[in-house]
Nanobody, 115 residues
């Protein structure tokens, strides 16, 4: 199983950018599909972006054109570049690794978009 640690969250003004990183350890990272989820207060956790083991990326409609997911298998990292941030992007962002029935989560990193 893989262990995950997120970093890069913080406070940013509307229209600004942040880059989240997720560092993995403990297993063969390249085999895993990697996901970013987010959870806002009082709301369910929702899928933001996915990058497969083969490098194909998919995005939720609410972030298309603003967020970019990428991975570096040699460094065992997955990143989420977030541009044109909106107040509604405020949430705790979680990194997730999934392969078949195995799923691992990071501890989350807070992103707050506010003026």
């Amino acid at each position: 199983q893989v262990q995950l640690v997120e970093s890069g969250g913080g406070l940013v003004q509307p229209g600004g950018s942040l880059r989240l990183s997720c560092a993995a350890s403990g297993s063969i990272f390249s085999f895993y599909n990697m996901n970013w989820y987010r959870q806002a207060p009082g709301k369910q956790r929702e899928l933001v972006a996915t990058i497969t083991s083969g490098g194909s990326a998919n995005y939720a409609d609410f972030v298309k054109g603003r967020f970019t997911i990428s991975r570096d298998n040699a460094k065992k990292t997955v990143c989420l570049q977030m541009n044109s941030l909106k107040p509604e992007d405020t949430a705790v962002y979680y990194c997730n690794a999934r392969r078949f029935s195995v799923s691992s989560w990071g501890q989350g990193t807070q992103v707050t978009v506010s003026s």
